[in-house]
């Protein structure tokens, strides 16, 4: 069917997903798709780990069984025919014996040069703040740190990485008078310091940041706060190619809680996320029943505890169990049931952009798997409207346009726009 001629600045943040065919990428780029460049292709994640395999002696079999992914999978994302998610590439990296940024590839730029060292100094220790540091009011501290939080789901990871310091500071010497509150507030401005970690592509440092939120939520008295953390830390362990550790984090966070659901709508909500993120940790190691067993838990639960809406920072209800479940599905290699959900979904007002981001991304990873390769770049596009910072270091998005590049042979001038908004070069 033909897709609608508008372009999707024009398709609010309540309206469905549309088909995103070659109309829609031409009112996108104002550019003739027709207009073909070249675009280095031997890059890709599935090029990288095909070499390395190969370089390794050893077979699809046996990497497959090595990294608890499924062979089937793994030919198609070696063969350009799909996109892997990064808890994907973390297994396989761990697997192969290399760092996941060898898979990712050359191409990554430098991004906000000065962020390396200011996260560092954030996350450097709990115990060590300037002791002539005069303390502000807890309410600043409050209007500071709900402050960041909205930077970091809006991917404003600039403003983010230029407040954290003096914050974390600030939120350390207030933990020692104030107590509980300002650990709770530690541990969200450590949730940002992961975020920007994780999206610059740096593992050691968001793994640095995961620890230090699991100090201060445990030091916050809040069970259901280190239950998200726990979510957090899941994921961080999942992309270094810990998926069975991540399960088993989030099994022990849900049993820990598991006593609260029934009676705190927020129990549940936070439980909800605990089986979301499972269940695209179990898709990634292509077991398939669990995965929908978790996704569907959530769902169940999102049917009891209200509204669609944040909590614990987190996005809580049923469009953000599709997102999920969209991931899951390509993850699984059911694009057909990937696409179904992501042609469902709509937008609520004031949904996280970060979380939009990812959605489409996954989608156009839906759509290359199904060979749909003009939708896919349409998705990416959607992708970068709705989050541009967080595309452009975004190490998925790289992966996603390489991918894009295989299945195309030629890039189109649409294809090459988005490369050189991602920072790739030929």
């Known amino acids: 069917?033909?897709?609608?001629?508008?372009?999707?600045?024009?398709?609010?943040?309540?309206?469905?997903?549309?088909?995103?065919?070659?109309?829609?990428?031409r009112c996108l780029f104002g550019t003739n798709t027709s207009t073909v460049v070249a675009m280095h292709e031997g890059d890709s994640v599935g090029a990288n780990v095909k070499r390395i395999r190969n370089q390794r002696g050893m077979t699809q079999g046996q990497l497959a069984r090595a990294a608890t992914v499924g062979r089937a999978h793994l030919s198609q994302v070696e063969n350009g025919h799909a996109a892997a998610s990064t808890v994907w590439i973390g297994a396989v990296a761990t697997a192969l014996g290399v760092?996941?940024?060898?898979?990712?590839?050359?191409?990554?730029?430098?991004q906000l040069l000065d962020v390396l060292p200011v996260l560092r100094r954030a996350l450097a220790a709990t115990d060590l703040m300037d002791p002539d540091l005069e303390p502000q009011p807890i309410e600043q501290l409050r209007a500071q740190s709900a402050q960041v939080a909205r930077w970091r789901k809006d991917t404003a990871y600039g403003k983010v990485i230029g407040a954290l310091p003096d914050l974390v500071d600030q939120l350390l010497i207030s933990g020692n008078g104030v107590g509980e509150p300002a650990y709770a507030m530690l541990t969200d401005a450590y949730r940002a310091a992961n975020t920007v970690a994780h999206k610059l592509g740096y593992s050691d440092l968001s793994l640095t940041a995961t620890e230090r939120m699991e100090w201060a939520a445990t030091r916050s008295g809040d069970p259901l706060l280190l239950a998200t953390t726990h979510y957090v830390k899941a994921a961080t362990l999942?992309?270094?190619?810990?998926?069975?550790?991540?399960?088993r984090l989030l099994n022990r966070a849900m049993a820990?809680?598991?006593?609260?659901?029934?009676?705190?709508?927020?129990?549940?909500?936070?439980?909800?996320?605990?089986?979301?993120?499972?269940?695209?940790?179990?898709?990634?190691?292509?077991?398939?029943?669990?995965?929908?067993?978790?996704?569907?838990?959530?769902?169940?639960?999102?049917?009891?505890?209200?509204?669609?809406?944040?909590?614990?920072?987190?996005?809580?209800?049923?469009?953000?169990?599709?997102?999920?479940?969209?991931?899951?599905?390509?993850?699984?290699?059911?694009?057909?049931?990937?696409?179904?959900?992501?042609?469902?979904?709509?937008?609520?007002?004031?949904?996280?952009?970060?979380?939009?981001?990812?959605?489409?991304?996954?989608?156009?990873?839906?759509?290359?798997?199904?060979?749909?390769?003009?939708?896919?770049?349409?998705?990416?596009?959607?992708?970068?409207?709705?989050?541009?910072?967080?595309?452009?270091?975004?190490?998925?998005?790289?992966?996603?346009?390489?991918?894009a590049a295989v299945q195309q042979r030629r890039a189109s001038e649409s294809l090459r726009s988005l490369s050189n908004y991602a920072g790739l070069r030929d």
Not at 3 to 16: L, Y
Not at 100 to 109: E, I, R
Not at 238 to 247: C, F, I
Request: net charge negative; with cysteine.
């Open 238 to 247: 999942s992309r270094v190619g810990a998926p069975k550790q991540a399960l």
């Open 256 to 403: 820990d809680i598991e006593s609260l659901v029934d009676e705190d709508a927020t129990a549940a909500a936070v439980y909800s996320i605990l089986h979301m993120r499972a269940g695209t940790i179990a898709a990634a190691m292509g077991d398939a029943d669990t995965s929908r067993s978790h996704l569907a838990e959530a769902a169940q639960l999102a049917r009891h505890f209200g509204p669609e809406r944040i909590v614990y920072d987190t996005p809580v209800g049923s469009t953000n169990i599709a997102l999920y479940q969209v991931c899951a599905e390509v993850d699984l290699g059911e694009a057909g049931k990937a696409l179904e959900v992501a042609k469902a979904t709509r937008f609520p007002d004031r949904f996280p952009k970060e979380r939009k981001g990812y959605f489409w991304l996954d989608t156009a990873r839906a759509y290359l798997l199904a060979g749909e390769v003009d939708e896919a770049i349409g998705a990416l596009y959607e992708s970068r409207l709705a989050a541009p910072e967080h595309f452009r270091s975004s190490s998925s998005a790289k992966n996603i346009i390489k991918t």
């Open 1 to 25: 069917m033909a897709s609608p001629a508008v372009s999707p600045t024009e398709w609010g943040m309540t309206q469905t997903l549309r088909p995103c065919g070659d109309l829609n990428v």
């Open 99 to 110: 760092d996941a940024a060898v898979l990712y590839g050359k191409d990554q730029p430098e």
